[in-house]
């Protein structure tokens, strides 16, 4: 593999989720795969779980991991070409990616989107850059536009949380999976909502959208997925309820790409509490972390026992493992 940037990069869904079980089982049993290789993670955007959970997947498969932080250390990269460079950027990153790619066998790369230009963003730029100027293989560790990472963790626990995922009989009906927006007092970009939605879409469940208007995620991720703007409609008979804000994705006016639509004060009813969990079944709650309390999701369901937002983390581990075997595997 030398890039992983879709669920299509993973092939069989079905294989890498037993890949990742196997692993689960037992996650040093490659750990002579990655020996004298090294993985260099380079951040644009800061993180908790990512950060963590990659190198510890490095580890668990015996390799050498050096963690770049751009921002903290780092000349300060001019990420567009044509640009004079007479600001506070020292140096291009067209430079910056070949002398990188000497000390290392696979770069995984963080770097959100701008959100200001829209075709920017869609086109993937700077991880683009990398995959043309490094020679090495590539993964993203939330780009502008995805966080593969994050949803095949999440795959990973809702499987681990539906047994009928998997080898289900005929006829038994799909889990339902509803992502719904939440309140969020910034601009967020669309990569975690623009993943979930693309492997949600490639797994074997029920999945529903809902949002309110002018959220339209791009429709090359929406895929097959049922849209509901009525959020109550939605839940009713949910196994899994995936929260997430984003920002405009600028899909029916470009020009409002980027922006929060609505005053968050004015949309807190679409807050997941427990009168929303009330209208589902049962459901599993999930976050990709960090979450603002009592802004996405109250104090009571994210503690509940049906929460599923440290699980998920911990699959983050798992989910790495597969990818950065799969990438050794293809050195
Ligand atoms: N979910 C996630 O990617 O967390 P971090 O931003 O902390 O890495």
């Known amino acids: 593999m030398k890039s992983f940037l879709n669920v299509q990069d993973l092939g069989d869904l079905k294989l890498a989720l037993a890949e990742a079980q196997e692993i689960k089982k037992e996650r040093y049993k490659y750990v002579e795969l990655g020996r004298n290789k090294t993985a260099l993670l380079v951040f644009f955007n800061n993180s908790l779980r990512t950060r963590l ?45 070949p002398v990188m790619a000497c000390y290392c066998d696979m770069i995984g790369i963080r770097s959100f989107a701008g959100l200001t230009d829209r075709e920017y963003d869609y086109a993937e ?34 499987e681990e949380n539906a047994p009928s995922l998997t080898g289900r009989a005929g006829g038994e009906s799909l889990p339902k999976v509803v992502l719904t927006w939440a309140p ?10 623009n993943s979930f ?103 009571d369901v994210i503690e509940a026992p049906t929460s599923l937002v440290i699980p998920e983390a911990a699959n983050r581990e798992i989910s790495a493992t597969v990818v950065l075997k799969r990438i050794l595997q293809s050195l």
């Open 53 to 97: 959970s990659t190198q510890k997947a490095a580890l668990n498969l015996g390799m050498n991991v050096i963690v770049l932080d751009v921002n903290a250390g780092a000349w300060k990269l001019e990420t567009e070409r044509g640009v004079i460079m007479d600001g506070d950027k020292s140096e291009h990153l067209l430079e910056a990616i």
């Open 125 to 158: 730029t700077v991880y683009n850059q990398f995959v043309k100027y490094s020679g090495k293989p590539v993964f993203a560790m939330e780009t502008a536009t995805v966080h593969p990472l994050q949803a095949f963790a999440d795959l990973i626990t809702i």
């Open 184 to 193: 969020h007092p910034k601009s967020l970009p669309q990569a975690v909502p």
């Open 197 to 299: 939605a693309e492997w949600m879409n490639a797994a074997d469940v029920d999945f529903v959208i809902t949002h309110p208007e002018g959220y339209e995620l791009d429709p090359k991720f929406v895929g097959n997925a049922r849209v509901e703007y009525d959020q109550k409609k939605a839940f009713e008979g949910a196994d899994f309820i995936y929260a997430k804000n984003w920002s405009c994705p600028g899909v029916t006016r470009p020009q409002d790409y980027g922006k929060i639509l609505h005053d968050y004060h004015t949309m807190t009813h679409w807050t997941v509490d427990a009168e929303h969990m009330s209208w589902t079944n049962n459901a599993k709650f999930m976050h990709c972390l960090p979450v603002r309390r009592n802004m996405i999701v109250t104090d």
